[in-house]
């Protein structure tokens, strides 16, 4: 197996794969550690999976705290090379058993083409962890997306303020909100 390309990134929550560009990665353990600790909120991360490559390995984590996932590079000797956070998905397979990202099929090049899932609606809002929210929009931001999620009213700026974290979050969490 040759080296991934690491500027690709992205894992499958439910299948526990790492994708490394085009290039799928196993896991080759499934094991909950304390890893590190978590640049965006200091907090804990936890290990979710384990793989290797020829010439390094990868573990896959997630903050306890704000949910961020993140590849843990470390070299053959189990040194420290560098971290980086990565979006997540989960593919499901439809009744034609092709594959399908959160009901967007997938792009033929892979997951690292395939579009982000959208979030649309309360319904969907509200199966975001609040901890995720919390982690990129602030209390009155929050107030205002949940609010025009209802079809209430809401005040204008806050709702803005939010609109210009989307892409934040999206490259954050891998979802993109367009409430």
Avoid at 83 to 109: C, K, M, Y
Avoid at 112 to 120: R, T, Y
């Amino acid at each position: 197996m040759t080296t991934p390309d690491t500027r690709n990134y992205s894992y499958d929550l439910k299948e526990n794969l790492l994708y490394a560009g085009d290039q799928q990665v196993p896991a080759y353990e499934l094991e909950e550690n304390e890893i590190g600790t978590c640049g965006n909120c200091e907090s804990t991360i936890i290990s979710l999976s384990y793989h290797e490559t020829d010439d390094e390995f990868i573990v896959a984590g997630k903050c306890t705290n704000c949910g961020i996932l993140s590849a843990n590079i470390y070299d053959p000797g189990w040194n420290w090379v560098c971290e980086i956070a990565i979006p997540h998905f989960s593919r499901s397979v439809s009744e034609n058993n092709t594959d399908e990202l959160s009901g967007t099929r997938l792009n033929a090049q892979g997951p690292k083409n395939a579009e982000m899932p959208e979030i649309d609606g309360l319904k969907l809002l509200n199966s975001i962890p609040m901890k995720q929210i919390e982690a990129i929009f602030s209390p009155t931001e929050i107030t205002a997306l949940f609010a025009r999620a209802k079809g209430e009213e809401c005040i204008r700026q806050y709702l803005y303020n939010a609109r210009k974290k989307y892409q934040t979050f999206e490259d954050v969490f891998g979802v993109k909100l367009t409430i």
